[in-house]
Nanobody
Framework: VQLVESGGGVVQFGGSLRLSCATSPSIIRTNIMGWYRQTPGNQRELVARVSSSGTTTYADSVKGRFSISRDGEKNTVYLQMNSLKPEDTAVYYC???????????WGQGTQVTVSS
């Protein structure tokens, strides 16, 4: 499974970034697509996910600020991040899984840094 992330970078407090995760048509049609993040010394945590039917789930810490979407024509999943805070600083990983009960596949990660 190929997941290619892009869009990370450095942004100031209150700014916005959009992350992209490109994959294959079969993956985006059939998998739960998610974004996770990890900081040094901590476990990877769910940020947002979208099911093949379009149902979305968000971590409480990002509700109202982040939005996940999928584009079936471009075979890409996006994470729009607004009102960014320093605590959003992390490596963000794209994930594709058939069910919530398996680990699935991971992208290489993209660094997001929010300066105060």
């Amino acid at each position: 499974v190929q997941l290619v992330e892009s869009g990370g970078g450095v942004v100031q407090f209150g700014g916005s970034l959009r992350l992209s995760c490109a994959t294959s048509p079969s993956i985006i049609r059939t998998n739960i697509m998610g974004w996770y993040r990890q900081t040094p010394g901590n476990q990877r945590e769910l940020v947002a996910r979208v099911s093949s039917s379009g149902t979305t789930t968000y971590a409480d810490s990002v509700k109202g600020r982040f939005s996940i979407s999928r584009d079936g024509e471009k075979n890409t999943v996006y994470l729009q991040m607004n009102s960014l805070k320093p605590e959003d600083t992390a490596v963000y990983y794209c994930n594709a899984r058939i069910s919530p009960y398996n680990a699935g596949s991971w992208g290489q990660g993209t660094q997001v840094t929010v300066s105060s």
